[in-house]
T-cell receptor
C-alpha cells in the first residue's frame, strides 16, 4: 500500500515566484495535515482538513500561504509570492479519523524541501 | 510560545546502553502524548503513545513514562541500537478540543555510538 505521496521532493525557486506543493493522502484517510519543519520552530502545523473541509488554518503564517483539498485524494499548498524565509521542509500527513477518537495515528509523507533564493 | 518543549537538541548514547529522551509541556489540557521518530529525508513515523490515565506504556525496547504533576514525559530505549539514531519528536494533544490537532516539540537528535 502506498503511503502519503508528496511532490516535488525538492523545489528551488527565486523570491517572488509562486510555489505549489502537492500531496496525495493514503486512500481511505479522511484527515489531512500540512506541516512545516524549520530549525528554529521545529515541526509546526499549518492547516488541516477533515473530509476535504479546512478545519483549522490558524498555523498558516500569512496570506501568501493558501491550501486546498478539492477531493479526498489530493491537496495543494501554495505560496505566492515566495520569500527566502519560507525555505523549509513541508510535510503532508493523513489519518483515518474515527468517531470519538481524535488521536488517530498520522502518517507522514517524505516531505518537500523548499529553497527560496 | 512552545507548548511542547524538548530542551536537548541532541543526545549521544553508547550502543547497548539506555537512551532517555525528555519532553516537557505547559498546557494542562493535554491528555494524550506521542513520540515520533524521523530519519533523514523521510517523514516522521509514529513510535509510541500514552494517555494521561496511565503513567507508563511499553512496547518492546521503547517505554514512555508520564509524570502529570511535573508535566513531563520521557522516552526510554533499552538497549539502544545503531538503527535508533534519528530525530525524535515529542507531541501532545487535548481531547477537549475535539479535533485531530497535535502539537510537536522541536525534536531531539539521538546518536547511537558504536
Amino acid at each position: 500500500d502506498a503511503g502519503v505521496i508528496q511532490s516535488p521532493r525538492h523545489e528551488v525557486t527565486e523570491m517572488g515566484q509562486e510555489v505549489t506543493l502537492r500531496c496525495k493522502p493514503i486512500s481511505g484517510h479522511n484527515s489531512l495535515f500540512w506541516y512545516r519543519q524549520t530549525m528554529m520552530r521545529g515541526l509546526e502545523l499549518l492547516i488541516y482538513f477533515n473530509n476535504n473541509v479546512p478545519i483549522d488554518d490558524s498555523g498558516m503564517p500569512e496570506d501568501r500561504f493558501s491550501a486546498k483539498m478539492p477531493n479526498a485524494s489530493f491537496s495543494t499548498l501554495k505560496i505566492q509570492p515566495s520569500e527566502p524565509r519560507d525555505s523549509a521542509v513541508y510535510f503532508c500527513a493523513s489519518s483515518q479519523r474515527q468517531s470519538g477518537r481524535a488521536r488517530d495515528t498520522q502518517y507522514f509523507g517524505p516531505g518537500t524541501r523548499l529553497t527560496v533564493l | 510560545d512552545q507548548q511542547v518543549k524538548q530542551n536537548s537538541p541532541s543526545l549521544s548514547v553508547q550502543e547497548g546502553r539506555i537512551s532517555i529522551l525528555n519532553c516537557d509541556y505547559t498546557n494542562s489540557m493535554f491528555d494524550y502524548f506521542l513520540w515520533y521518530k524521523k530519519y533523514p529525508a523521510e517523514g516522521p513515523t509514529f513510535l509510541i503513545s500514552i494517555s494521561s490515565i496511565k503513567d507508563k506504556n511499553e512496547d518492546g525496547r521503547f517505554t514512555v513514562f508520564l509524570n502529570k504533576s511535573a508535566k513531563h514525559l520521557s522516552l526510554h530505549i533499552v538497549p539502544s541500537q545503531p538503527g535508533d539514531s534519528a530525530v525524535y519528536f515529542c507531541a501532545a494533544s487535548a481531547s477537549m478540543n475535539r479535533d485531530d490537532k497535535i502539537i510537536f516539540g522541536k525534536g531531539t537528535r539521538l546518536h547511537i555510538l558504536p
